[in-house]
């Protein structure tokens, strides 16, 4: 399980998270919403420290984190359980698809070449992209290169992984292949995902757990039954029904 408790992040004078209380059960799917400035990203980011909090803690099952006071060690030892998808993708251009997923293989789980081909190979047809080991990203889709990014994060066998907005920088007509992608991941792979998107369709049929924000707070989570189809909060229901009309999918 992962638990925040009073998370606080400030840019400046801009009070990103304001006291962030939140508990992800171990093995869910949990979806965060909200609008752009919400803190949702900042939340997600502050998990593996790509984005330091000023205080609180964060604590990852045996793995207890004082954001104050953390250590390197610490900070090392969360990367190595946590795994990141980006919504720019993030491959290496001067790699292909098989040394992208290859190379976090060599690199933090120090394993062999030879095993760490034999892995990527494996994730790749995971995610559909058996026949593309060897193009680099210019030659991929942005679907596709979202999919690498994807094989990526699997391969190091993670016990979360983090989406950070993984369908916005795609056109409209690929978002659908890396939903597909993400939601045999649910069905299949035995980790955490907590995934920050607007897909609100992706929200209501994959996730366990909704967690809305706004303005740097929690307003309102539960089952995406109760917070999508039933919302209590006035907020949330304004988000939604100016939100779900422009971007419902349906997988």
Known sequence: MITFKNIHKSFGDNEVLKGINASVPTGSVTVILGPSGSGKTTLLRSINFLEKADRGEIILDDLHIDVEKVTKQEIHEIRQRTAMVFQSYNLFKNKTALENIMEGLIVVKKISKAE?????????????????????????????????????????????????????????????????????IAQEVNCTMIVVTHEIGFAREVADHVIFMDGGVIVEEGTPEQVLGAPKNERTKQFLARYVSFTEYNI
Not at 131 to 148: E, I, M
Not at 170 to 177: A, H, K, N, Q, W
Request: glycine share 10%; net charge negative.
């Open 116 to 184: 760490a081909k034999e892995k990527a190979i494996i994730f790749l047809e995971k995610v559909g992209l058996g026949s593309k080991g060897d193009f680099y990203a210019h030659q991929l889709s942005g679907g596709q290169q979202q999919r690498v990014g994807i094989a990526r994060a699997l391969a190091l066998n993670p016990d979360v992984i983090l989406f950070d907005e993984p369908t916005s920088a795609l056109d409209p007509e690929l978002v659908g292949e890396v939903l597909e992608v993400m939601k045999k």
